[in-house]
Every structure is written in structure tokens, then in C-alpha cells.
């Protein structure tokens, strides 16, 4: 029998951070993805978050057997140890930050998982508040996110990010957010890097993928069987094999396949 593998987005798929407290991890969610890895299935994260930007809202609830973070560049294991690291050229890390924040949009950086922003926020993790790279944290940039203000925005400056910087670079729209992980880095080759790296210790695999939104197309069309949601926009829902109304019935669905 193969093994299963279901990734997961996170945002509005798992996690739904503009709900009311105590519903932004909703505790149908955390009993399914238990049943799964109980029943010796594998549940992970596959998400344009950081490893910093996940750890304080699943601790002691979610217990990931991998991590797929900043869009693919920064790959886990359940004890957060590397599997794959992917950097974006800190000379490119450093245009881009200075092409766009005079915008006013919101910058953060993925830096060895750590979350690194420009200003101090309300957040219950650990974050650096940085001026530019001269006072970054040294290592790898796993991912430089861009918070706009709107689906418009959000769209024009992907596609001239892309345009301008597309040698060096991939900027995925989700939402009014960018992500811009290095070139060949998306949700779906970091499924498929995972696959071929488990089937070591698997075999072949059957793999599942669940997500929202435009930049989660990658890992819907990457998955053997994949699923969204009745929100999602309709390319989304047209590219994956079910729509379902929450993760809970996805997981149901993948466990009985």
C-alpha cells in the first residue's frame, strides 16, 4: 500500500487568521489532521509562510511530519531540521527591498526561518526589526514577502516583479500579499522535491494537496488528488479534482481513498 502525504496551505485553509478568537485554528481541523497521522498517514504545512511565522499558532496543537515554508525555498522535517534550503541573491533581496519599500508597503523577510520586518508588530513569535540587509540576521533569504493593500496592487507589482527580476526570482500572488522566493521555487516543486525524498524511506507515495488561493495552483496541479473550497477563486476550483467545504471533509476524503 502506498503512503499517503497530504500538504496543506495554511491561511485560509487551516488556519483562518481574520476569524474571531478562539476560531482561527478551528478544533474540528486539529482533531481530523490527528486521526490522519494516527491512522499512519503524513500531514504537513505547504505555505508562503516562514517557520517563525507558524510555530507560535500550532505549538502543542498541529504536529506537522514536514514543513513546505516560503513558498517552497525552505523545506523541514517534523524536528525542524533541513531538508532543502534555497536563497534569494541578497544583492537582489536588497533591490528589491529598496524598490518597494518606498511604496509604503509592508516588507518581510524569511531568514533562516526567523521573521525579519521593518517595524514592530503585534506578534507572539520571535521577529527581528530590521533598517535593511546591513542589519539583517547573517544567512539565507528563504523569501521576501510584500503586503499591499489591495488585489490590484497586489497583482501589477508581482507581475513587474517578475518581469524585472524574473532571471533571479518567482513572485507569487496570494491575495493582496507577494511572495518572491528564488527562481524555480513555487509550492508545487517543493511537493514534488518531497516526494522524491521520501520515497527512500516510503516507496511511492500518493500525495494530497489542499489550498485556497491563486498561489497555491502549483501545489493543487502538483498533487495526485488535490482540493479547495467553494471561496477559492474558480481557476483554482476548475484546476483541483474536489471542492470541498473545509480541510476536515479533505482529510475524511483522502483517508478512505
Request: some cysteine; overall charge negative.
Given at each position: 500500500?502506498k503512503?499517503?502525504?497530504?500538504a ?6 487551516l ?6 478568537d478562539?476560531?482561527k485554528?478551528?478544533k474540528?481541523?486539529?482533531d481530523?489532521?490527528r ?31 514536514f ?12 524536528d525542524l ?8 541573491n541578497?544583492?537582489i ?22 521573521i525579519?520586518v521593518f ?6 513569535g520571535?521577529?527581528?526589526?530590521i533598517?535593511g540587509l546591513?542589519?539583517?540576521p ?12 489591495s ?5 501589477k ?24 522566493a ?6 508545487g ?6 516526494r ?22 502549483p501545489l ?35 483517508m478512505?481513498d
Amino acid at each position: 500500500m502506498k503512503k499517503k502525504v497530504f500538504a496543506s496551505d495554511f491561511d485560509g485553509t487551516l488556519y483562518f487568521y481574520k476569524a474571531a478568537d478562539p476560531d482561527k485554528l478551528p478544533k474540528a481541523n486539529v482533531d481530523k489532521i490527528r486521526e490522519y497521522q494516527a491512522a499512519g498517514h503524513l500531514f504537513g504545512l505547504c505555505t508562503g509562510r516562514q517557520v517563525g511565522g507558524l510555530t507560535p499558532f500550532i505549538t502543542g496543537l498541529v504536529e506537522p511530519d514536514f514543513y513546505i515554508t516560503s513558498s517552497g525555498a525552505n523545506i523541514v522535517n517534523k524536528d525542524l531540521e533541513p531538508i532543502r534550503k534555497l536563497g534569494v541573491n541578497r544583492d537582489i533581496a536588497d533591490m528589491l527591498i529598496k524598490e518597494l519599500k518606498p511604496k509604503g508597503f509592508r516588507l518581510t523577510l524569511d531568514v533562516e526561518g526567523d521573521i525579519c520586518v521593518f517595524s514592530k508588530m503585534d506578534y507572539p513569535g520571535k521577529y527581528y526589526v530590521i533598517t535593511g540587509l546591513d542589519d539583517a540576521p547573517d544567512g539565507m533569504i528563504h523569501q521576501v514577502s510584500v503586503h499591499t493593500e489591495s488585489l490590484e496592487d497586489a497583482a501589477k507589482y508581482a507581475k513587474m516583479i517578475n518581469e524585472k527580476y524574473g532571471d533571479y526570482v518567482q513572485a507569487f500572488q496570494n491575495v493582496i500579499e507577494i511572495d518572491i522566493a528564488p527562481k524555480g521555487c513555487s509550492k508545487g516543486n517543493g511537493v514534488k522535491f518531497l516526494r522524491d525524498y521520501m520515497k527512500d524511506m516510503w516507496g511511492n507515495v500518493v500525495l494530497y494537496g489542499i489550498g485556497d488561493s491563486i498561489n497555491d495552483l502549483p501545489l493543487i496541479e502538483a498533487s495526485d488528488v488535490s482540493y479547495t473550497f467553494p471561496y477559492a477563486p474558480e481557476v483554482v476550483q476548475k484546476a483541483a479534482t474536489l471542492v470541498v467545504p473545509t480541510i476536515v471533509d479533505a482529510l475524511e476524503h483522502s483517508m478512505n481513498d
